[in-house]
T-cell receptor
Framework: DGGITQSPKYLFRKEGQNVTLSCEQNLNHDAMYWYRQDPGQGLRLIYY???????QKGDIAEGYSVSREKKESFPLTVTSAQKNPTAFYLC???????????FGQGTRLTVV | KNEVEQSPQNLTAQEGEFITINCSYS?????LHWLQQHPGGGIVSLFM???GKKKHGRLIATINIQEKHSSLHITASHPRDSAVYIC?????????????FGEGTQLTVNP
């Protein structure tokens, strides 16, 4: 089945540690996105990539880093520089240009 | 002012009621999406609209490009419809496929 997979579903980390969230898709989509969702707020764009080996900062990129070495994969690293990392993180993919977006199931990150 | 505004923020209905969720946006768009987010967090795309009206089962989505407004209707609502409904738009001016999201409408349908 085609789809987009995020792992893990729940993640706990100690303050000051970097952590990497996985996002894989087998939909042959060029574009991939990372969003952050906080309680009572809409989804906010962290980073996006429209093609392999290229990515752009979204609205809240500070404290995050990404890579796009393969079309299928777009991992997000939450660095120790991110001041408030506890949140729900959603990965999405789509074709380039207008098209339906597909979302992963999300990763809930808790930093203690 | 947010580019995408939804109303109401919270909506409680009795099973069987007709439900309407509204979305207004302030930019020119190439497409508008309605999404459904269940308590576990996963998001499902319900509709993508650029004009007119679409129907899928008990769900109907309409868009008025001139008025920059879209509505999502649920007929004969059921408790399993309880979820957060999110409106998202693709800005005409933005390169690529970036979406801007509304804050969501929490719908609760009671039996």
């Amino acid at each position: 089945d085609g789809g987009i997979t995020q792992s893990p579903k729940y993640l706990f980390r100690k303050e000051g540690q970097n952590v990497t969230l996985s996002c894989e898709q087998n939909l042959n989509h060029d574009a991939m996105y990372w969003y952050r969702q906080d309680p009572g707020q809409g989804l906010r764009l962290i980073y996006y990539s429209q093609i392999v080996n290229d990515f752009q900062k979204g609205d809240i990129a500070e404290g995050y880093s990404v890579s796009r070495e393969k079309k299928e994969s777009f991992p997000l690293t939450v660095t120790s520089a991110q001041k408030n990392p506890t949140a729900f993180y959603l990965c999405a993919s789509s074709i380039r240009g207008p098209g339906r977006a597909f979302f992963g199931q999300g990763t809930r990150l808790t930093v203690v | 002012k947010n580019e995408v505004e939804q109303s109401p923020q919270n909506l409680t209905a009795q099973e069987g009621e007709f439900i309407t969720i509204n979305c207004s946006y302030s930019v020119g768009i190439s497409a508008l999406h309605w999404l459904q987010q269940h308590p576990g967090g996963g998001i499902v795309s319900l509709f993508m609209l650029s004009s007119g009206k679409k129907k899928h089962g008990r769900l109907i989505a309409t868009i008025n490009i001139q008025e920059k407004h879209s509505s999502l209707h649920i007929t004969a609502s059921h408790p399993r419809d309880s979820a957060v409904y999110i409106c998202a738009v693709r800005d005409q001016e933005t390169s690529g496929s970036r979406l801007t999201f509304g804050e969501g409408t929490q719908l609760t349908v009671n039996p």
